[in-house]
């Protein structure tokens, strides 16, 4: 099995920062895309940042020149700098990857898969 998990969230004043981390674990053969994605109350969940292998990044225009995604293949793990943080970035922040992880002697490729999500709350 392969699990994304997530983790560097919390509780930041406005203005704040804070890094977060998403690591995969498990038998994988390989990781593509990967990227994060945020669900606040009562609204659609949205892409705020996706990374190819080769690095090339997109970001969603709300968190451009304030986030930053990087990666670290040799650790299977993304990570998403985020600086002057505001209440409108409060939300559960996803890590995502598109993926090839061992299953049995196969290969198995996995579009879509989700970590479980870590709380951001940033308070005025």
């Known amino acids: 099995q392969v699990q994304l998990v997530e983790s560097g969230g919390g509780l930041v004043q406005a203005g704040g920062s804070l890094r977060l981390s998403c690591a995969a674990s498990?038998?994988?053969?390989?990781?593509?895309?990967m990227g994060w994605y945020r669900q606040a109350p009562g609204k659609q969940r949205e892409m705020i940042a996706t990374?190819?292998?080769?690095?090339?990044?997109n970001y969603a225009d709300s968190v451009k020149g304030r986030f930053t995604i990087s990666r670290d293949n040799a650790k299977n793990t993304v990570y998403l700098q985020m600086n002057s943080l505001t209440p409108e970035d409060t939300a559960v922040y996803y890590c995502?990857?598109?993926?090839?992880?061992?299953?049995?002697?196969?290969?198995?490729?996995?579009?879509?898969?989700w970590g479980q999500g870590t709380q951001v709350t940033v308070s005025s």
């Open positions: 990374i190819s292998r080769g690095d090339t990044t």
């Open positions: 498990g038998r994988i053969f390989r990781i593509n895309a």
């Open positions: 995502n990857a598109d993926l090839k992880y061992y299953r049995g002697s196969a290969i198995w490729t996995v579009y879509d898969y």
